[in-house]
């Protein structure tokens, strides 16, 4: 149990600097960022995306529902997961494929394991649904981020590889 | 009446069919028990008593569990401002008698469990807590079972003994970086650059590092033999129906809300 809350914690600390549109609001006229700096939120991201994939690893042998009920803290999964799979899902779009330090803290993730990390929340989400309102509504909030993704895997692959 | 409420209601969701029709939710035997927990509890407004506050605990648990999010948080702040003013809060001197000894501790455990749960939907709902790190001065509870407690000689199990209390304290010290998380993070006054968000970040993750490396053994979920035992135990209980309920309902009681074993906490 405290397993999925260090996770879901340690994801939350570093989401803010996943958002490139959270860096730009951050970075005035006047502020001239280090190449130090640009590494720091290369590694924050990493690691807010290496917490999302651990909290979904936590997931990946269960057995049935009545092991994610009694196994988990229930009252907290589904917003753990919702932090976990929307981080997942757009986290290939967040690296900045511009920066040679960024892809070079990022080359050896393996986003088709990202994807499919993704894709256990949804799994989780959609076998609590016959009975959870707030799992059905988790579920189809992430598939319509899923289906909202306009770059295709195979298209930020290649281009990360060219970057 | 809570209790069963929240056992019937984990029976439900671990026992449906997938593909199954969705019954309405007044057909549900948790819905009842609820409804009639918080009949009876509404009988004992005007009465604040730490019995009262448990009941509202117990209550704001089962709204959690249910999804029912933002009642959750208005009966959790009900359960905070009645704590406060019956002086949970605070503590001063030393008790002296046996009987205080217990009393004061289930205080301590009522209180720690509003201040979790507190902290814990302050998380989920992107809302500033309700208890300020400084708003309060009680010590933390007792690593013994509640048997042990009532017990003054002492004939503790060993086993649970170990870790059921140390877990309690283990989520109380992780609320704190939860509200350190919020207020550098999250809070409506955010860091106003990135040099100060990065500081920020850096500091609350090395917190969080120390918070796990300072767990107690049988807690430690990154060392492999944690996960051997933890994955052996349920299976165990899997295969026992009847220690099921008992375990979920001791889950619940040692992960968020360490009740006391008061009978005025069932009569709710």
Redesign the interface.
């Known amino acids: 149990m405290l397993a999925v809350k260090f996770y879901n914690l340690r994801a939350l600390i570093h989401r803010p600097l996943l958002s490139p549109t959270k860096l730009t609001a951050l970075s005035s006229d006047s502020t001239v960022w280090h190449q130090g700096e640009y590494h720091r939120i290369s590694l924050s991201k990493r690691k807010c995306v290496e917490a999302a994939q651990q909290t979904a690893k936590l997931l990946h042998n269960l057995e049935d529902k009545k092991s994610l009920v009694y196994g988990f803290p229930w009252w907290q999964m589904i917003s753990c997961l919702i932090c976990a799979s929307s981080i997942l899902f757009v986290a290939s779009r967040c690296i900045n494929l511009s920066s040679e330090s960024e892809v070079e803290v990022f080359k050896d993730i393996d986003w088709l394991a990202v994807d499919e990390d993704a894709e256990v929340c949804l799994q989780v989400f959609q076998a609590l649904s016959s009975n959870s309102n707030a799992a059905r509504l988790a579920r189809d909030m992430m598939q319509r981020l899923k289906n909202s993704r306009t770059i295709s895997y195979s298209e930020f692959t290649s281009s990360l590889f060219q970057a | 009446m809570t209790i069963f409420a929240l056992g019937s209601c984990?029976e439900?969701?671990?026992?449906?069919?997938?593909?199954?029709a969705?019954n309405p939710p007044s057909s549900h035997h948790d819905v009842r028990y609820f409804e009639h927990a918080v009949a009876i509890s509404q009988r004992h407004t005007s009465k604040h008593t730490v019995e009262h506050v448990s009941a509202l605990l117990a209550q704001s648990?089962y709204l959690?569990?249910t999804?029912q999010t933002d009642q959750c948080w208005i009966t959790l702040g009900l359960a905070v401002r009645i704590a406060q003013s019956i002086g949970l809060h605070v503590e001063e001197g030393n008790p002296s008698r046996g009987d205080t000894t217990l009393s004061r501790e289930t205080n301590r455990r009522v209180w720690y469990s509003i201040f979790v749960l507190d902290r814990?939907l302050a998380?989920?709902l992107g809302r500033p807590p309700s208890i300020g790190d400084d708003d309060f001065n009680v010590g933390l509870p007792s690593r013994q079972l509640n048997v042990d407690l009532a017990d003054q000689q002492g004939c503790a199990n060993g086993f649970q003994q170990g870790w059921v209390g140390d877990?309690f304290v283990?989520m109380i010290k992780?609320s704190e970086?939860?509200g350190r998380?919020y207020y550098n993070?999250?809070a409506p006054k955010k860091?106003?650059?990135?040099?100060a968000?990065?500081s920020n970040?850096?500091l609350?993750?090395t917190q969080?590092v120390q918070w796990?490396s300072s767990?107690h053994r049988k807690?430690r979920?990154?060392l492999s033999h944690v996960f051997e035992s933890s994955r052996t135990f349920?299976s165990q209980?899997?295969r026992d129906p009847i220690r099921?309920p008992r375990?979920?309902l001791s889950?619940m009681k040692s992960?968020?809300i360490c009740l006391p074993s008061s009978s005025t906490i069932f009569e709710h």
Not at chain 2, 12 to 20: K, P, Q, Y
Not at chain 2, 191 to 195: F, T
């Open positions: 984990y439900r969701i671990a026992e449906s069919n997938d593909g199954g969705l648990f959690l569990a999804c814990l998380l989920q877990y283990a992780f970086v939860i998380v993070l999250y860091p106003g650059d990135i040099a968000m990065l970040i850096d609350l993750d969080l796990r767990l807690l979920f990154d349920q209980v899997c099921h375990l979920c889950d992960s968020v």
